[in-house]
């Protein structure tokens, strides 16, 4: 089981990044997905997470109305539309698959994690 986190990168403040989470050896139709960051001296923070089926989604409130997640199963594909990037969105980005969701939060034990890709927000 694989899922390769990429797209990150260099970006000024106020712009945009996509972030895309590509599984291999697990079908993502099966799994909750959520997108995690950890910034440097700070606990893993999970801020948005879409569910299996019906496409529920979380997001923490420092993402909200900024970042969007989206699932194509067809590509077994994950996706993070990142716009109105700020400094504070520096990170290290990380995806993950597990079997449950919330509508309140991100669930840190989900069962698969990718190794992650780095965003910096830098002008």
């Known amino acids: 089981v694989q899922l390769q986190a990429s797209g990150g990168g260099l970006v000024q403040p106020g712009g945009s990044l996509r972030l895309s989470c590509v599984a291999s050896?697990?079908?993502?139709?099966?799994?909750?997905i959520g997108w995690f960051r950890q910034a440097p001296g700070k606990e893993r923070e999970g801020f948005s997470c879409?569910?299996?089926?019906?496409?529920?989604?979380y997001y923490a409130d420092s993402v909200k109305g900024r970042f969007t997640i989206s699932r194509d199963n067809a590509k077994n594909t994950v996706y993070l539309q990142m716009n109105s990037l700020k400094p504070e969105d520096t990170a290290v980005y990380y995806c993950?698959?597990?079997?449950?969701?919330?509508?309140?939060?991100?669930?840190?034990?989900?069962?698969?994690w990718g190794q992650g890709t780095l965003v910096t927000v830098s002008s």
């Open positions: 993950a698959a597990g079997t449950y969701y919330s509508d309140y939060y991100c669930p840190v034990d989900y069962d698969y």
């Open positions: 050896g697990i079908i993502l139709d099966y799994y909750a």
């Open positions: 879409i569910s299996r089926s019906d496409g529920r989604t």
